[in-house]
C-alpha cells in the first residue's frame, strides 16, 4: 500500500525539505556482506524500502530515485573471483530486491537498475529489468567497475550501455570519478561529454557528487569546473545533463571549500542540480547546515521535482 507524505511545512516535516532525493539507495544483506568479505571491515549496512520511506517521512521528502547496488556484484574495484554465470545470477538478484522494495510504494520510490558496463551481459541485464521488473533508470559507478575511458575497449563498452539506455527512454545516474585511475580529472571528465553524452541527443543524465565522488577536494572542483564549461546552462547539451549534490559538503567542510562550492554551483545553475542522500540518514541535516549560498537558492534546490530528467 502506498503511504501518503506530509507536506514540507506540516508539523514536524522540517521547513524546506527536498521534493526529490535523487541519490538513494536500497541495499540487500548480501551486498552488505560481499563489501565486507572484500574490505575486511564492515563499511555497509542492510537498507530496505520500509526504512527508506521512514527517512523520507521524517524529513518531508516526497520522491526518491532508488538506485540498486547490483554493480557491486561485479566490482572490479575489489575483484571478486566467482565465475562469471555466478555474478551474473548475483547481479540480477540485486536488481530483482531493489525493484521488489520499490513495488512497496511505486508513488514515491523510482526504481533504477545497476550493471557494470564493462560485462557483456550487460544491455540484456537493463532489458531484464526494464521489461520484466519494471525499473525505470539506469544506476553506472565507473569507479567500482573501473571504467578508465582513456582506454579505447572500456570507453566503447561505456558508449554501447550509455547508448542503450538512451534507446530505452532511460534516465541515467553517473558516478563518473573514478579515483583509481592515475592523474583523474577534468581532461576525463570532458572527454565523457564529448565522447558518451554529447552523441546521444536523446540521453537525459545525471552526474553524481558533482562530477566527484563525495567531498569536494581540488580534483571534484576541477572536474565540476569543466562540466560547467562542456555543458553550458541554455545550450541543448545543458538542458539534458544534472549533477546531485550527494555528498558533497558535510558540517566540517572548510570554508574555503564551501566557497568554492558556491561559486561553482552558481555557475553550473541551482535549477540543474538535485539534491541527494546518498542514504545517509544524516543527509539533510548536513547539507542545511553546509549549505553556503542563501535560502532563495536552497528553496530552488529543493524544488526540484526531477522530472525532465527522470520523465515523469
Known amino acids: 500500500m502506498a503511504r501518503t507524505v506530509r507536506p514540507a511545512g506540516a508539523v514536524g516535516v522540517p521547513a524546506g525539505a527536498p521534493r526529490l532525493d535523487a541519490h538513494a539507495h536500497v541495499m540487500s544483506a548480501s551486498v552488505a556482506d560481499l563489501a565486507e568479505r572484500l574490505s575486511k571491515r564492515r563499511s555497509l549496512q542492510p537498507l530496505d524500502a520500509g526504512e527508506l520511506l521512514r527517512r523520507m517521512d521524517a524529513a518531508g521528502i516526497q520522491r526518491a530515485a532508488v538506485h540498486s547496488t547490483a554493480y557491486m556484484m561485479a566490482t572490479d574495484a575489489l575483484p571478486r573471483e566467482v565465475p562469471v554465470d555466478q555474478e551474473r545470477r548475483d547481479v540480477e538478484a540485486e536488481n530483482d530486491f531493489a525493484a521488489r522494495e520499490c513495488r512497496r510504494d511505486p508513488n514515491r520510490l523510482i526504481p533504477f537498475l545497476s550493471v557494470n558496463p564493462k560485462r557483456d551481459y550487460a544491455v540484456a541485464e537493463i532489458d531484464r529489468a526494464v521489461d520484466h521488473l519494471g525499473m525505470r533508470g539506469l544506476k553506472l559507478h565507473l569507479w567500482n567497475s573501473l571504467v578508465d575511458t582513456r582506454e ?7 558508449r554501447r550501455v550509455v ?3 538512451a534507446t530505452r527512454n532511460l534516465p541515467v545516474l553517473i558516478h563518473a570519478f573514478v579515483g583509481a585511475v592515475k592523474g583523474y580529472g577534468p581532461e576525463d571528465t570532458e572527454r565523457l561529454v564529448r565522447e558518451v553524452i554529447e552523441p546521444l541527443p536523446t540521453l537525459r543524465i545525471c552526474v553524481a557528487h558533482a562530477a566527484g565522488a563525495g567531498g569536494f577536494g581540488g580534483t571534484a572542483q576541477r572536474c565540476l569546473d569543466q ?3 562542456s555543458c553550458q546552462p541554455g545550450t541543448p547539451l545543458g538542458s539534458r545533463v544534472w549533477i546531485d549534490t550527494a555528498a558533497v559538503l558535510s558540517a566540517s567542510a572548510s570554508p574555503a571549500i564551501r566557497q568554492r562550492f558556491a561559486e561553482l554551483i ?9 539534491w541527494g542522500s546518498d542514504s545517509f540518514e544524516s543527509a539533510l541535516a548536513a547539507s542545511r547546515e553546509s549549505w553556503p549560498l542563501d535560502e532563495a537558492a536552497w528553496g530552488t534546490l529543493c524544488g526540484q521535482d526531477g522530472v525532465a530528467w527522470l520523465g515523469a
Open 266 to 274: 552558481r555557475r553550473w545553475g541551482v535549477e540543474r542540480a538535485f
Open 163 to 165: 547508448a542503450h539506455a
Open 227 to 229: 562540466l560547467a564549461t
Open 152 to 158: 579505447a575497449e572500456p570507453l566503447a563498452q561505456l
